[in-house]
């Protein structure tokens, strides 16, 4: 894997491609599989396929603004990394490389609590916004222990990811035994609760594994009084897929919603972020902010999401591509290459400001 500078002119899905040729069988198809049939890892991208975009003209469109907000936090676009983790499964620069990356295109960067380089290194690569991602766990110490080490270091909200009671089956992880390879770990939690992740066996997913045993699956609504008691940071809820979970995040004073079937690798079947966003936007009425996450694959996506009714878009896989093909020369690239679409749809379009984009912007066949 190199690391120099990445080469211009090639779209994500040639990063892709350059991916999948250098890592490992096992570690590409833990990051590029899907849950049960793997069913959800077209169908999310066939949702945004079949939403068009409708161009208005005679616009002046000399200067295009990509520029937004998100909780406050200044984007080059309305753009960020989805939390994903062990970013050394890519490239041993790991998550030191994506902070600079994020911070390089203007993005927000959402850190994994299974990252493999620590929180505060994390902050210091970073010049853009750093968010941090939790799962729940079990025991309530460890959790509590990130957040604190999160504000102090100055990452900006806590988002919970809530579509993993557990780990669903994925079966290109159990047919590979795949385990987090030695070398690599969740550095920021005690190595006694990120044992079962580690050790491979045939037949089984030390994630799911890991999962079954640290994961709380027993947590409801009323829990969240206990997060919010934590922190002052906000909070953002990450899996929503309907409008009446999106109500009920905004009767618990939930700051943002991340509307995401996980990267098809949890519920099989489920709904794809596009098909539900319109009606998870009508629900929430603007009390909090939304982001779609899900098979983002080009500028045009972005447009798409805020025509939906999205405040922004999270990108997930294609940056651990980026990562594997040129560190964070790749990743950068990767933002970059979207943001620049991006601009060029607005152009395009007639948008000139992100907030002009609304439901009139598209059309479905």
Request: net charge negative; with cysteine; proline share 5%.
């Amino acid at each position: 894997m190199t690391t120099g500078d990445a080469p211009v002119g090639l779209t994500l899905y040639d990063y892709e491609t350059a991916a999948r040729e250098r890592l490992p069988r096992p570690v590409w198809d833990f990051l590029a599989g899907g849950s049960g049939t793997e069913s959800m890892l077209s169908t999310s991208r066939e949702a945004l396929d079949r939403i068009r975009l409708r161009p208005r003209f005679l616009v002046d469109v000399s200067t295009c603004h990509p520029r937004t907000e998100l909780l406050g936090a200044p984007l080059a676009a309305p753009l960020g990394v989805a939390p994903m983790a062990y970013h050394q499964l890519a490239h041993p620069d790991g998550e030191l490389a994506s902070a600079r990356a994020a911070g390089e295109a203007g993005a927000l960067l959402t850190v994994s609590m299974f990252a493999s380089c620590t929180l505060e290194d994390i902050a210091a690569a970073a010049t853009g916004p750093l968010w941090l991602q939790l799962y729940w766990l079990k025991q309530r110490g460890p959790m509590l222990e990130l957040i604190k080490r999160a504000e102090a270091a100055g990452y900006r909200a806590l988002v919970l990811t809530v579509d993993a009671p557990r780990v669903a089956h994925r079966p290109r992880d159990a047919r590979n035994g795949f385990a987090v390879p030695d070398g690599i770990r969740a550095v920021n939690i005690d190595t006694s609760v990120m044992a079962s992740a580690h050790g491979s066996t045939s037949g089984e997913s030390a994630i799911a594994r890991h999962s079954k045993e640290q994961f709380d699956s027993s947590i409801t609504w009323a829990d969240l009084s206990w997060l919010r008691e934590q922190t002052e940071l906000p909070l953002v809820l990450k899996g929503i897929l309907t409008p009446e979970d999106a109500e009920l995040a905004v009767e618990c004073g939930i700051d943002a919603l991340v509307v995401s079937n996980h990267g098809g690798r949890q519920l099989d079947f489920a709904t794809p972020a596009a098909d539900v966003m319109p009606e998870i936007a009508q629900a929430v009425g603007g009390s909090c902010q939304l982001i779609l996450d899900g098979a983002i694959r080009h500028g045009a996506d972005i447009a798409k999401a805020l025509c939906l009714g999205a405040d922004a878009v999270f990108v997930g896989r294609p940056v651990l591509w980026g990562l594997a093909h040129s560190g964070s020369a790749g990743a950068t690239a990767v933002l970059t290459t979207l943001i620049s679409e991006f601009e060029e749809v607005m152009a395009l379009m007639g948008v000139p400001e992100v907030q002009h984009f609304s439901a009139a912007g598209i059309t479905r066949h």
